[in-house]
Each structure stands twice: as structure tokens, then as C-alpha cells.
């Protein structure tokens, strides 16, 4: 009978997993709180032997990319060009694998902030959206109070800043300063922010607006290791955070319904070498509930139409049809275009 | 001897001391004035005390609500306990007999939407303003209705109408309930209780202008190729609507025609309907890998995208189907604060025609959904047919109805009213918070007119003047996001208290410890005669 009592504990135990994981994908659906999706990517580092950084961000564009976020919606900031390097043995490639698996520059990369254009004023004026009025749509951060954010940063950090261009730096406290700016004019419902450096996790220790989920790579007084050197290149080509994130996310799918708390644990002590850190006490949901898609993706909480509005014809044709051939030939001999010159230069036109 | 050396050492200790005190007072008398004016930066006076008061002042929109014939006194009185219970709206609502060219114009009605133009037309029902006709007439309601509302700004109804009937189809055309929800709560999406969640992130948040883009989509135009004039269509059905809104919200039109992509969907045949069935949940994706080619980045306003997809040959015809497995009369969805989404089959060519195919579009199909979405996606409220309601339907006009104007006019009054709170009121901490930071005259100009045009917005509305309130209200709203959005208002630009001191505690400390130092040379001038005094003594 302690057989029989053990396996009904092991099948009571094991089933509600099951049961949870069966639609769980739509129920948890129901309960998304964002209407859009927003990435802000950022490598801040330069030189041929932070390869590596590069190699990060990269990675993690090809992610949030794959799962549906447009290039439109993510902000990409490489602060240096590795893969037009004269000392990249491949060019225009970067590579996160010493197996070369996946060129993660690809053929349809967008970066937004390229090289001295990473800087903290842009970086924090992309946050709190103090650009100048003739910033392009592409470098804004155009997020409303229905948007979920991942803000993905790596480099070169230390005990309460992260290093920028190898010049200047950011502090702790200007980071809190501007997602308070961005809390207070509701620019979002919920960020991820994600930072792999060394002493990371000083860098969310000031943050005191809600919503905000953080995890670094290493804890105060511990340094991120990076994970392998390819020969070929002679550099270090990725971090252990990263690698074993994207692992994790190479398996996940626009419609997976694998949660944040998996993700959470993602990197532990014996690959990583460095303590994972993550602070939670600003985010009032439960990791378990919530999607990875709700931050990596971009998945829509679609309404279908029951009825359209009954209006009057308006005037124009009604029904579909398909014409005669001969009917629209006849409509083509119209009066023939007149040719004219480009403009040499691109003069706008008030439009 | 020693008196001798003292009264040298007193003399040139005196000289020290006099030096000492020279050095303190030019330090003091000269510096600090001279530190404090070259490092006073330029800050605009801002109002914050009007600030902080108009903060306080209760935001609802006066209704004026005329009652037009003979009624009982308990359905006015049961009317307006009703109405009370209505956050954010005062209803103020005044009583009148009938004239007699109202009755005789009823009498001799010819038809519903003939009587309401007439009758709206004599009776001059004020902009923002709604008005109830009590009808006596035996025959002028069908047989369970008691409530009709009209196009414009009457609704009709009958002598024993249910006032709770009344008073919740008056609180619907008044405002959207979701929208009103919004800008009294001014709290954040998720946390608005409940049902309401899913419904509140479909509406656009309230912006002055937004673009609408519609857009054709045909995957295949080597097979067919694709006749409709988006122009006329526009000119038709959607021009009229940017006419009538544009006091209200601006809206730009622009239209396009993609080819060669087409959404990434995986339909089934189904044998039952003899047709592709496109499952409800694949939905949710097949907006992410059109929306870069869609052109949104062309500028910097909200964008609204209404897509036309035409299915490929392989997929041809395709049905959405809803949870229960059944299609959708519409074929068609939307997307909360993006837009929508229709598919618009077309028929299959005879075996042996030659490519392309030329096919006509229903345009009016077409204009009619993007019309549906649009409502749907603006704070507009709507009514829906229920027991008892009936709503005049448009005979010849696409244009929204002038109660549903209003009710979007009030909808986004009220959304601007607390978002212009809390910029301002976000600005004046942060500028407390930075105290060297520099308020231009520039920012300082657009904090008063934003300020200003707050107060007469929020003036005219609590007196139900709604179009001036609109008017207002978005010049404010322009004004207080230019203010807070200005690129020289960074926290990053100036110092924080923690490095102020990095910064002036190596300038001043060095130069200010001798001094202080040999102060006190001068207080032991002063203290030392007095024991001396008292040993000759």
C-alpha cells in the first residue's frame, strides 16, 4: 500500500504540470497587460578584443527578431563595427560560435545608434525621450503606456556605472533617474532589463519604479566570465550569460509558452561561475505566469469583428467582379505620361 | 626685556591677525558673492502654486440635458437620481412644454429621419448639449420599442419608458464608458478592474493627429491584378469623416499597395464550409512580419493601419474562424491601438484564362470595415440595438453621428485633462528635484500657456462649453509635452548633490583651511588681554 500511496503522491504531483502546460499557451494570453512590444539592445564597448559585446547584442537581436518584434519597434546601439573590422578574418560576419553555426550579423541587421553615436546623453535621452526635434523615427523610443520593454545592455561595468566608449560612464543613479522619467509619463507597463557585465548587479540596486524586472550576469564583487575564445579570430567571441540565454531561446518559439522564471534559471553557479542575480521586489507578477513571448516576442491580442457598421453606399462600384480583359485594355489607352527629370537633390515637399 | 619681546611678538602677531581678518572678510564679503552670481544658472519663473491648484480642481464635463414634454414628475426625478450616479459628467437637465410647431411637425412626420432632420433643425439643440422629446403620438413607436435615438442630438421616447432603459442608453451616448474609466482612474491599463483589461488597451491613447494608412496587399500580382480606386474611395466614405473629426483630432489619409508579401499563415481545408479556415489563434503573429514594410517610420505620429489582404491562388478562400470552430460573417479583425486587419476573397478564374486576372474590389465592403475599426479604436461611443432601443440608421451620409461627435470630443477632453496633470506636474518635480538646472525662456513660455489654456479647458468644460474645451485642451496638451519633452530639460546634464561635492570640496577645502586656520590667530588677539588686564590688576 506505500507503493501504491508513493506512485498516487507521484501522479498527483506530476499532472497538474501537464494539465498546466496544455493551453496554458492561450490562458496566459488572456491575461497580458501590454498592447506592444519594445527592445532597446545596447553594446557600449569598442575594440577588436570586445568582440564578444558585439557578438552579445547581435545574438540577442537575432532572437527578439525571429520571435516577432519588428525592426521597427527595437533600437539597436553597436558601438563599434566588427564585422567591416580589417581584422575580421570573415568579413562582414560576427559570429557567436567557434563552430561559426549562426552569423548573427545576417543580411537584414538595422543597427539605430552606430559607433560614436553610443553615448550616455543619447542613451538617455532615447529613455526619457528628450531628442531633438529632428531625430529620425527610427532612433526614438516611441513607446505609450502599453508597452513592455526589454532594455538588453552589455560592456565593460563596474561597482554602481557600466563603461561607455571606453570614456565616459553611467551611473546606478542615473539609470533609476531615467526609468522614474519614463515611469512618470507612462512610457511603459513592464521592462525586462537585462544586463551582462561584470558587477552588474549594481547597476539595478537604485531602481524605484514598479514594474521593473532585472537580471544580471554576476553579483557585486564578481566579475562575468566570457565563454570561449574562437582560435581563428584570437578573441574572446561571447559571454557565458549570453550563451547559455540564447540557448535557452533558440528553443523558443513565437507561440512557446515557456515562462520567465524558466528563463530565470537559465544560467546557473556550475556553467556560469558567476551568481545570476535578478530583482524582483519591483515586479508585482509572479515569473510563473508570465510568457517569455511578453517581453522576447511580440504576440497581439487580436479582437475579432462580429459586425460592420451598416453605412450607406457612399457612391463608387459595389460588387467584385472580375473584368474583361478587354474592358481595362480599352481603359488604358489614356493620355500618355509626361516624362520629366528626378530632382538631383532630394527636396522635400511640404506633403 | 620680555615686555619688549612680547609687545614685538603682539605687534607682529597683530599684523598676522589683521592679515588673517583680510583674508576672511575678502573670502566672505568678495567671494561668495562673486561664487554665487557667476554660478546662478538662468531658470523661468514657472507657475507652480497655479500648478498645484489647478491639480485640485474637479474634472467633469457639464451636460446640459433638455426634457421636452409632458411627463410625470417621477420619471424626471428618477432620471436625474439616476444620472447623478455618473462619475465625470454633470448632467444638468431643464424641462420645457412642447411648442406647437413640434407637435404639428410630429403629426405630420413622413418618415423618422425626416422628422429628426426637421425637427433637430427647429428645435436648435446646442453643441454638447443632448435633448429628450416625450412623443404622445399613438402610432409614432413600433410595437416594443419605447426609445429611438436620432442622428442628431434628440432621442424620443415614450411616455412610460423604463427609466433605467433611459438613463443607460443616455450615459452611453454621453461618453465611452471605457474612456470616461480612463481618465478618471488616470491609473495604468492593468489596473483598471476586470472585463474591462482586454477592452481598455484597444482604444489609442489620445494624441492631437494621427496617420491612417491603408494599405493593399497582394501577394501574387502575376495572377491578378487588382482594380480599385483607393482615391475615389477614400473621397467617398473616409474624406467626409476626416472633415467632420477634424476639430476634434486630425487625421491624415494616405493609401498603398504592397506587393509580393502576404502574411505568414497556415490555413486548413475544411471540407465542412469548402474553404480555408484560418483558426482564431494563429491571428495573434501575422501582424509582426508586415509591419516593416508597412512605412511607419515616414513620421513621427501615431500610425493607424488598415490592411486589404488579398489571399494567395493556394489559399483562395479564406475564412477566419472563430474559438467555436464556425467562420466570421466579417473575415476580419482588429488589433488594439494598431488597426485592422480585413481578407477580401475574390473569385477563381475559369481554368484556361490567361494571367493576370482583372478583378474589381468591393469598395464598399472595404470602407465600410475600415469605418467599423476606426470607430472602434477612437473613443467613440456607440449604442447597441437592444430590447426596446432603436437607432435610426444613416440614409445617405458615411458621417458619424452628432451625439457620437460629442461623445468623442468629451472622451478625449477628459483623457487630456489628467495626462496634462501629471506632465506638469512630473516637470515641476523634476525642476524641484535639480535645482541648477536651466528653465529657458522658452520651456518657461510653454509651462504658462500650457497652464493657462488648462484652467480655461477645465473652466469650459465644468460649463459644458465642449468645443471651446477641445480647442483649448489640445493647445495645452501640445504646449505641456513640448515643455517636458525639451532636449535641454536631461536630469544627465547637470550635477547631482553627491558629485557637487566631489567637485567643490577639492576646489574650496584647500584654500579655506589656512584661512580658517589662522583665524584664529585673530580670536586669541582678542582673548588675551583680558587675563593680562587682570594680573596688573
Known sequence: TTMKLLVLVVVLCVAPIYANNVGSFSQLLKKKTHTNNWAVLVDTSRFWFNYRHVANVLSMYRSVKRLGIPDSQIILMVADDMACNPRNPRPATVFNNAHQHINVYGEDVEVDYRGYEVTVENFVRLLTGRLTPSTPRSKRLLTDDGSNILIYMTGHGGDGFLKFQDSEEITNVELADAFEQMWQKKRYVEILFIIDTCQAASMYEHFYSPNILAIASSLVGEDSLSHHVDPAIGVYIIDRFTYYALEFLERVTPNSDRTLAQFLQVCPKRVCISTVGVRQDLYKRDPNNVLVTEFFGSVRNVELTDHILDLPKCGGRGKVGLNNSSGTILKKISSPEKYMYADQLPIHRAS | ?537
Open chain 2, 1 to 537: 626685556m620680555t615686555k619688549l619681546v612680547e609687545e614685538k611678538d603682539m605687534a607682529g602677531s597683530r599684523e598676522g591677525a589683521w592679515a588673517a581678518a583680510g583674508f576672511a572678510a575678502v573670502l566672505v564679503l568678495v567671494g561668495l558673492p562673486v561664487w554665487w552670481y557667476t554660478t546662478t544658472v538662468y531658470r523661468a519663473h514657472l507657475p507652480y502654486s497655479t500648478i498645484v491648484n489647478l491639480s485640485g480642481q474637479p474634472l467633469y464635463h457639464a451636460t446640459g440635458m433638455t426634457l421636452v414634454g409632458e411627463t410625470t414628475a417621477t420619471l424626471s426625478v428618477e432620471l436625474e437620481k439616476n444620472l447623478r450616479s455618473m462619475q465625470g459628467i454633470k448632467f444638468q437637465i431643464s424641462k420645457r412644454k412642447p411648442r406647437k410647431e413640434e407637435i404639428a411637425m410630429i403629426k405630420s412626420a413622413v418618415s423618422l429621419s425626416d422628422l429628426d432632420n426637421k425637427l433637430t433643425q427647429i428645435m436648435h439643440v446646442a453643441a454638447g448639449t443632448l435633448a429628450v422629446f416625450v412623443v404622445h403620438e399613438p402610432d409614432f413607436f413600433e410595437s416594443n420599442v419605447s426609445i429611438i435615438v436620432g442622428r442628431h442630438r434628440l432621442t424620443y421616447v415614450k411616455p412610460g419608458v423604463d427609466v433605467q432603459l433611459l438613463s443607460t442608453v443616455i450615459k452611453s451616448m454621453v461618453i465611452d464608458p471605457l474612456a470616461n474609466k480612463r481618465a478618471q482612474g488616470s491609473k495604468l491599463l492593468h489596473q483598471l478592474p476586470g472585463m474591462h483589461k482586454r477592452e481598455a488597451m484597444r482604444q489609442v491613447p489620445t494624441e492631437p493627429g494621427y496617420d491612417v494608412t491603408l494599405t493593399l496587399m497582394v501577394p501574387e500580382p502575376h495572377r491578378t491584378e487588382i482594380d480599385w480606386d483607393a482615391k475615389a474611395a477614400v473621397n467617398e466614405y473616409l474624406k467626409p469623416v476626416v472633415n467632420q473629426l477634424e476639430s476634434v483630432t486630425k487625421l491624415i489619409v494616405r493609401s498603398q499597395v504592397l506587393y509580393m508579401s502576404g502574411l505568414n499563415v497556415s490555413p486548413k481545408w475544411s471540407t465542412d464550409h469548402e474553404h480555408f479556415a484560418l483558426p482564431q489563434d494563429q491571428l495573434p503573429l501575422t501582424i509582426n512580419a508586415i509591419e516593416a514594410k508597412l512605412g511607419s517610420f515616414v513620421w513621427t505620429r501615431p500610425s493607424l493601419h488598415f490592411v486589404i489582404y488579398i489571399p494567395r491562388k493556394k489559399q483562395m478562400p479564406l475564412h477566419i474562424h472563430s474559438s467555436d470552430g464556425e467562420p466570421t460573417e466579417t473575415n476580419s479583425f482588429l488589433v488594439p491601438r494598431w488597426g485592422g486587419v480585413m481578407i477580401h476573397n475574390i473569385p477563381l478564374a475559369k481554368g484556361n484564362a490567361s494571367f493576370p486576372h482583372y478583378v474589381t474590389l468591393d469598395s464598399h465592403w472595404i470602407m465600410s470595415t475600415v469605418l467599423t475599426h476606426l470607430h472602434r479604436l477612437l473613443p467613440i461611443p456607440s449604442l447597441k440595438e437592444t430590447e426596446g432601443l432603436k437607432i435610426l440608421p444613416s440614409l445617405d451620409t458615411c458621417l458619424l453621428t452628432e451625439w457620437q461627435l460629442d461623445g468623442l470630443a468629451r472622451a478625449r477632453v477628459s483623457y487630456y485633462l489628467s495626462n496634462i496633470h501629471i506632465t506638469l506636474q512630473s516637470l515641476c518635480e523634476l525642476v524641484g528635484e535639480i535645482s541648477n538646472m536651466v528653465i529657458s525662456d522658452e520651456v518657461g513660455g510653454w509651462v504658462w500657456g500650457a497652464v493657462e489654456e488648462w484652467s480655461e479647458c477645465g473652466q469650459a468644460a465644468r460649463e459644458g462649453r465642449l468645443q471651446e474645451a477641445t480647442l483649448y485642451c489640445s493647445r495645452s496638451f501640445t504646449q505641456a509635452d513640448a515643455a517636458f519633452f525639451h532636449p535641454s530639460m536631461l536630469a544627465l546634464l547637470y550635477f547631482p548633490d553627491n558629485q557637487k561635492y566631489a567637485i567643490y570640496v577639492p576646489l574650496f577645502l584647500p584654500v579655506s583651511i589656512p584661512v580658517i586656520l589662522s583665524l584664529k590667530m585673530v580670536l586669541g588677539l582678542y582673548w588675551k588681554p583680558s587675563p593680562r588686564k587682570e594680573k596688573v590688576e
